[in-house]
C-alpha cells in the first residue's frame, strides 16, 4: 500500500488506501489518486451537524447528532456532563466522529479528553457562536476535544471523484 508523507518540517496525517475487501478500491497509484487531507478539513470544518459514536460500558454503541467545530486538526464539542455521551466517554475516551454528508463523508476516529481550561472553551465559544450565531454567554458545561488517530474519505460514484478511486485513509501521529 503506497503512502502520501507529509512534507519535511511540516506534521499531518499520512495518506493511504483504506483496506476495504470486496469493495474494488483502486491501488494509491490508480483512479483519481488519494484524497488531501485539506480535502478531508473543508468537509469538516463546513458540516453543520456531525455524528459522535461512543461505547455505553456494557459495549452497545451509541450515536447521537451533535454540533460542533473543527479547529486545528481537531473537532470540539460540547454536551452535558451528565448526558450518555459524556458518561460514555468518561468510561471509554475512544470515539468516531462523521460528517452529515455521505455523498463525501468523512470519518474520524479519536480520543477524547474533556477539558474545562478557560482557554479551550473560549476558543470553543467563539467559533461555535460565529458558525451557529448561537449565543454563548455563561457557558458553563465541558468542552469535549477529539484528537483524531486515523480518519477516512469515501465517496459516492458520480461528480469530480469515485469511490473505488478516491478513498483515503489518513493516520496520525500521537505522539
Known sequence: MS???????????RAARPHMPGYGIKPSNEGEGLLPWSWAVERLVASHGYWVSTVRPDGAPHCMPVWGIWIND????????????????????????????????????GIVEMSTEPSVTAEFCRAYGKKYHWGTAGFSEPVFVVRPVVAFAVTETSGEYSFTGSATRWTFDTT
Open 74 to 109: 481537531r473537532f470540539l464539542f460540547s454536551t452535558g456532563a451528565q448526558s450518555r455521551k459524556a458518561r460514555n466517554l468518561a468510561n471509554n475516551p475512544k470515539c468516531v466522529v462523521c460528517t452529515e454528508h455521505v455523498t463525501q463523508a468523512v470519518i474520524v476516529e
Open 3 to 13: 503512502e502520501e508523507k507529509a512534507p519535511p518540517g511540516k506534521r499531518g496525517p
